[in-house]
């Protein structure tokens, strides 16, 4: 390696895999948890109406005050809290690191969660404390959690609700045990709220370290890289100081405030998702050697027999499916996680893994 690389380059940073996509290919992409679903020729036509009136030529409005809008209707941000748009969720979660950064500062999460909170605590050089979800069912360890915040103080908590990748909603008292006790921020980032039963939307206001981050990209609208961090003014007027101008661009303004007026299209899309979910759980749970987890998001994480993860999901791309591998936490042997596509490409899915077993 050139040694100014390794000079320079902070180790912490060197250690770090770079997040790899997959080329899927011609697969059936069930490996994102994106919405399977498109749009009807006649709002395709009036969206591309719209965008004809997008002048490329100027920057975007720098606050995205129309999008905003529309985000507070539709997701239900409670009256007198602020919203700060990312270019993504992912790039909220940056801008909150950056903005608590320091190098004895600790981000806190369990584990396995979405793999972002670690990874962005080594970008902006913070220590990450991940505590260890209980084994079974992957409750929270709320004695191993309490005693966590006591030991590192954590500037950040990041509660993913549900949770990525193992889909459950942790009861909700426990999660307002953590708010308590926590002396920095709590993100509860509900990225599958389309999906989920439960939000802590409508507790913005309640405490002053409560924040919660949504995103458009699990509803269906994954190629616009929009996320939102609702809450306190005092909180998102300083990160919005660290948010980059212009963030968000024209085409994903004008297409997501387009796309949010009309909600209904989402919201069936979504409903069809959860029901075609339990179906899926059903005939998972149904097959031999398999447990599928319960799930309140548009994925499911099922458990294989010992040591043929690997091997059942090689055999799935062979026949044309691609879903998600998992590693990196004890918890994780031997699952895969699958998203819930349209009926025909779970059908295809259950034929396959079928077949691979
Ligand atoms: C997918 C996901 C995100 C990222 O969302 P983007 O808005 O697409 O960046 C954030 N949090 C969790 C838990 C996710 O699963």
Redesign the pocket.
């Known amino acids: 390696m050139n040694p100014l690389v390794e000079r320079w380059v902070r180790q912490q940073i060197r250690a770090l895999s770079v997040y790899h996509v997959p080329d899927p290919g011609n697969l059936i992409k069930l490996d994102a948890?994106e919405n399977p679903y498109g749009w009807p020729q006649s709002l395709v036509q009036e969206w591309l109406q719209c965008l004809r009136e997008v002048a490329l030529n100027r920057y975007p409005d720098p606050e995205a005050r129309a999008v905003k809008q529309r985000l507070h209707e539709v997701m239900a941000v409670p009256e007198g809290q602020d919203i700060l748009l990312g270019n993504?969720?992912?790039?909220l979660i940056q801008i909150i690191a950056m903005a608590v950064a320091a190098p004895d500062r600790v981000v806190l999460a369990p584990e396995p969660s979405?793999v972002?909170y670690r990874m962005i605590s080594a970008f902006v050089g913070m220590r990450y404390v991940g505590v260890s979800l209980l084994a079974e069912d992957f409750r929270l360890d709320m004695a191993a959690l309490k005693k966590a915040i006591a030991q590192h103080t954590p500037a950040v908590v990041f509660l993913?609700y549900p949770n990525?990748p193992t889909g459950n909603l942790w009861p909700r008292a426990q999660l307002e045990e953590i708010i308590a006790l926590a002396p920095g921020i709590v993100v509860i980032?509900e990225?599958?709220a389309p999906f989920a039963s439960r939000s802590f939307m409508g507790d913005l206001g309640r405490y002053d370290n409560l924040l919660v981050m949504r995103?458009v990209?699990?509803m269906g609208l994954?190629g616009l890289?929009?996320?939102l961090l609702c809450g306190p003014t005092d909180w998102l007027s300083e990160f919005n100081k660290i948010r980059l101008p212009y963030n968000i661009n024209v085409l994903t303004q004008a297409s997501a405030e387009f796309a949010l007026g009309h909600r209904e299209t989402f919201e069936a899309q979504a409903q069809r998702i959860r029901e075609d979910r339990q179906s899926l759980y059903d005939r998972l749970n149904g097959l031999p050697g398999i447990k599928a987890f319960r799930s309140e998001a548009n994925f499911i994480l099922f458990r294989t027999p010992e040591g043929r993860a690997d091997e059942l999901f090689e055999s799935l791309k062979r026949q044309g499916v691609l879903i998600k591998k998992l590693s990196g936490h004890a918890l994780l042997d031997d699952c895969l996680r699958v998203t819930v596509g349209t009926p025909e490409e779970n059908e295809q899915f259950l034929q396959a893994l079928s077949k691979a077993l």
């Open positions: 948890m993504g969720s992912d790039e979405f972002m993913a990525n980032d990225a599958y995103t990209s699990k994954a890289r929009l996320g």
